[in-house]
């Protein structure tokens, strides 16, 4: 590996999140929080558990920033013309499209992403706080690490507002608890926003529709000809098959159900 690929922005951005999180879990751990009393109470099981969690958080959030977020596979040829056998696996109502940037075929729902110029099935959004996209593959577990990220946060948030006694003179309660006060104010604003991505993507799960589809339905074409998203399918399939794969089919096929239901519904 060479040396300057250590100064890459996903190296960094993952560096900074592993030296913060254990940053902030020191702080918690230093000060006169409930963590420390327990620990020196020898009761050893929440402090456990609180690691616990904080390991897992970290191990999750690597996984997703690390993983292929299902990339479109790239083809050998790249002019050459489709095969037969790929267009009638295509309802005909849907024209396949080749991508400008990396000149493969995109299937529905896949959008190529400049950062990491590759294009992604079922492409939800690239997250700068991981360097990565979130796509097809690492979606539900994304959404499982902002669960558990949000759970982490606010039992730190307890912690950290715990040990903070107020008293005067304020600035000998700044010099000892500048510190603690400083991570309460980050750990609030973490959990804000880890609240509103863990809630904003709950909705976005169950109505079967991506980040990138809410924002840009306008300009997406198979979702402008329609008036409402041909993905969802209900609360419960919706669920079922994001986080189970459940029923399983392309989503050429599922828009073209959609497309026939809404044609008999109109003739009806």
Not at 9 to 32: A, N, Q, Y
Request: net charge neutral.
């Amino acid at each position: 590996m060479a040396p300057w690929a250590l100064l890459s922005p996903g190296v960094l951005v993952r560096t900074g999140h592993t030296v913060l999180t254990w940053g902030i879990t020191l702080v918690l751990f230093l000060h006169d929080t409930e963590l420390r009393q327990w620990e020196e109470q020898g009761e050893l099981l929440l402090p456990l558990t609180f690691l616990l969690l904080v390991l897992g958080s970290l191990l999750l959030y690597l996984a997703v920033s690390l993983m292929d977020p299902g990339y479109v596979n790239t083809q050998p040829q790249p002019q050459e013309e489709p095969k037969e056998e790929q267009t009638a696996m295509v309802p005909q109502a849907i024209a396949l499209r080749r991508c400008r940037y990396c000149l493969v075929l995109q299937p529905l729902r896949a959008r190529h992403c400049r950062d990491c110029r590759r294009c992604v099935r079922r492409y939800d959004h690239h997250c700068p706080w991981m360097e990565n996209c979130v796509g097809e593959r690492n979606h539900p577990l994304f959404l499982a690490y902002l669960a558990l990220q949000l759970v982490v946060l606010l039992w730190g948030l307890c912690l950290a507002w715990s040990g903070l006694q107020f008293f005067q003179p304020w600035g000998l309660w700044l010099r000892s608890r500048g510190l603690l006060f400083a991570t309460f104010l980050l750990l609030f604003l973490f959990s804000l926003v880890a609240g509103l991505l863990l809630a904003s993507h709950l909705y976005l799960v169950a109505s079967n529709t991506t980040t990138w589809e809410f924002i840009s339905s306008h300009r997406i074409a198979y979702l402008r000809q329609r008036p409402s998203n041909p993905f969802n399918r209900g609360l419960t399939r919706n669920l079922a098959h994001f986080f189970c794969g459940w029923p399983s089919g392309s989503w050429e096929t599922l828009w073209a159900e959609g497309e026939e239901e809404e044609g008999s519904s109109q003739a009806v």
